[in-house]
């Protein structure tokens, strides 16, 4: 489907779902969970942030389908939705790559 056949509403949804890449700390969380599933305290670890940043940011990638999250006993683990974000952000670092 092009774009120009999007209606108001997808072409508003599309809007909102790259401004989920528009985010330094988002995009440095899904290049972290494009190599495997991760808790809030790994990711917190790895980024050198504070637990309550990291679950903030991760409820709205939630929020617009970017993660999804797996129990663990305790743990929560996070993982991308699907592969189409793992396409999205490997297009995205080609193009920025290639420069």
């Known amino acids: 489907e092009m774009i120009a056949e999007m209606s108001e509403d ?7 779902l790259f401004k989920m890449f ?6 440095k969380i899904m290049n972290l969970l494009l190599y495997k599933e991760l808790n809030v305290c790994e990711i917190a670890n790895l980024l050198n942030m504070t ?8 409820a709205t990638l939630k929020v617009v389908n970017l993660v ?6 305790k743990e ?3 993982s ?3 592969n189409h974000i793992h396409s999205i952000i490997a297009i995205g ?3 920025v790559m290639e420069e």
């Open 80 to 82: 991308l939705s699907d």
């Open 22 to 27: 528009s985010d330094p700390t988002r995009l």
């Open 10 to 16: 997808e072409l508003s949804d599309l809007a909102d």
């Open 68 to 73: 999804k999250s797996r129990k663990n006993g």
């Open 93 to 95: 670092k080609e193009h």
């Open 76 to 78: 929560v683990y996070y």
């Open 51 to 58: 637990h309550s940043a990291i679950s903030h940011q991760l």
